[in-house]
T-cell receptor, first 114, second 113 residues
């Protein structure tokens, strides 16, 4: 069974540009999460989808970030316009159930904003 | 509020010697605790989890952790390090039934031949 995949693995963009990160969860997992690790800091929760619905986006840093999960399958996270402080590693995870069900993580997308 | 503190940012051991990665937690509620590992260019993988059952939790690849409420600790141990254990390890806490994982800052484990 394929794991969680993320694309691209690396992205380097200039300040002010737009970037879209993609996450494909494990097939059949209704719950999808985005996390972010800014340089030298802890990994922090961004938001949680159940199918196509946003259940909790309390961790989204500001309105330059937009996450979608059309059709309840893959998800995208768009940053527009990107700022220097958005640099970091963006992780996606999925789980069958919410709660303390194991979350399976992707390898992350390393975003560098110059 | 909940938080975790990983006491060492880097740990270096020789192959075949014991591993100890330290983690202290703070939680107002009955916590669930996890250790995740990330090898280079891989996703985070769950090593083990504590969810208020046995206080000594055994995980994959010979790792185990002991939940000590009196010390608010959840240290990760392994009797004998292997070269393949070199990775970054994350201690994670969450409230019962919560999906929001709260991560420590990570500990990089270096294993010397």
């Amino acid at each position: 069974e394929a794991g969680v995949t993320q694309f691209p693995s690396h992205s380097v963009i200039e300040k002010g540009q737009t970037v879209t990160l993609r996450c494909d969860p494990i097939s059949g997992h209704d719950n999808l999460y985005w996390y972010r690790r800014v340089m030298g800091k802890e990994i922090k929760f961004l938001l949680h989808f159940v199918k196509e619905s946003k259940q909790d986006e309390s961790g989204m840093p500001n309105n330059r970030f937009l996450a979608e999960r059309t059709g309840g399958t893959y998800s995208t996270l768009k940053v527009q316009p990107a700022e220097l402080e958005d640099s970091g590693v963006y992780f996606c995870a999925s789980s069958q159930l919410a709660g303390v069900s194991e979350q399976y993580f992707g390898p992350g997308t390393r975003l560098t904003v110059t | 509020a909940q938080s975790v503190t990983q006491l060492d940012s880097h740990v270096s051991v020789s192959e075949g010697t014991p591993v100890l990665l330290r983690c202290n937690y703070s939680s107002s509620y009955s916590p669930s605790l996890f250790w995740y590992v990330q090898h280079p260019n891989k996703g985070l993988q769950l090593l083990l989890k504590y969810t208020s059952a046995a206080t000594l939790v055994k995980g994959i690849n010979g790792f185990e952790a002991e939940f000590k409420k009196s010390e608010t600790s959840f240290h990760l141990t392994k009797p004998s390090a292997h070269m393949s254990d070199a990775a970054e390890y994350f201690c994670v806490v969450t409230r019962d039934s919560s999906y929001k994982l709260i991560f420590g800052s990570g500990t990089r484990l270096l294993v010397r031949p």
